[in-house]
């Protein structure tokens, strides 16, 4: 990395904000990753466009990461500069039914907010571990409902620095997918569109949402929630269920014996391990039931 560009960085932003050498480990619920180059946590959307222009003078290269809960980094780390939403970019504001969040929010976190104000529409997520951003990214989804159904219009600083605001139909989401997937935004900030609901019922309902998960899910265990995507017509978790897959394990990466869609984490597992276990279950899924899987973790950085 260029230290011209580290040392302009550290000149125009908080140091706090600022690692050097960050692993990776240590920024994904996988707890897998060698190290960023130069990682930064902003504060405000500014921030994200004054480095977003720095780096581009530079020519390094940025990657954007929410909460790291659904991507897998390769053992070399990332290359230029990783940019992390999170608490510190984590506004939450109500304006009459609408909630106005910062990227960086947890889902958990803003789900709260909206039971405590009587407003529903958000229950599906506060079980997901993500950040608003990447939910957005992702149109994370869980218990037959998804961020489509929510998101009014997202705020974004594109890679040359400007900001830009999509509306709700311009986001193209789809099953675990947006827009920003093909066309490469920082998102900043997203307006959600809820509705007054009671919010005791909001409460017993995220409740036993809750319930249903730590019931199914391995959550004692680092992951990236469900390795595959749903292949039409199958649920992946019970296609390697069936082809006998359980507890399959390559390093320390294994298939969850609790919940088969899963790959968990079970004592200090590389990139390298999960990347030929899930080569291993797509192969054997493919030889048994002709069904390709296609990962729906996201996998970043070099080998
Ligand atoms: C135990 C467990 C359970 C899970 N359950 C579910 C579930 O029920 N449903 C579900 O859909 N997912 C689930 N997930 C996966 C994950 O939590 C979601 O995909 C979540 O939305 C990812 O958010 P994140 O902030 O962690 O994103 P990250 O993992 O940090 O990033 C994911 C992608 O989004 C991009 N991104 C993140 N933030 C931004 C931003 N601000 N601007 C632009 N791009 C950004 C990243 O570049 C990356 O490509 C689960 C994961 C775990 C570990």
Do not use: W
Request: charged share 20%.
């Amino acid at each position: 990395m260029n230290k011209d560009f580290v040392r302009a960085c550290y000149r125009e932003f908080d140091a706090a904000c600022l690692f050097v050498d960050a692993p990776m480990r240590f920024h994904t619920t996988f707890r897998i990753g060698g190290p960023a180059d130069l990682l930064f946590y902003p504060n405000n959307t500014e921030e994200v466009q004054k480095i977003i222009h720095m780096a581009r003078t530079f020519n390094e290269p940025v990657t954007l990461l929410g909460n790291g809960s659904n991507i897998l980094v390769r053992d070399g780390g990332v290359r230029g500069l990783v940019i992390r939403f999170s608490r510190k970019m984590a506004q939450i504001v109500r304006e009459g039914t609408d909630v106005v969040v910062g990227a960086g929010a947890l889902l958990r976190d803003v789900a709260v907010f909206a039971q405590k104000n009587a407003l529903s529409g958000l229950e599906f997520a506060c079980g997901i571990p993500g950040s608003i951003g990447g939910a957005v990214f992702m149109n994370a989804g869980a218990y037959d409902d998804e961020m489509k159904s929510v998101v009014a219009s997202v705020k974004t600083v594109s890679a040359a620095g400007d900001i830009r605001l999509y509306a709700a139909n311009e986001l193209d989401f789809s099953y675990r997918h947006s827009i920003f997937h093909r066309c490469e935004q920082a998102i900043c900030e997203i307006r959600l569109h809820l509705h007054e609901a009671d919010a005791g019922c909001i409460m017993q309902t995220m409740e036993e949402l809750n319930q249903r998960r730590r019931s199914k899910q391995p959550l004692s265990y680092p992951s990236a929630g469900s390795t595959f995507k749903r292949p039409p017509g199958y649920f992946a978790g019970t296609l390697i269920d069936q082809t006998g897959l359980k507890g399959l394990t390559v390093g320390g990466a294994q298939v969850s014996q609790k919940h088969a869609g899963f790959i968990i984490n079970i004592g200090n597992a590389t990139s390298q391990d999960v990347q030929q276990l899930i080569a291993l279950i797509q192969q054997r899924v493919y030889a048994r039931h002709e069904v390709q899987l296609t990962p729906e973790l996201r996998i970043i950085g070099t080998l």
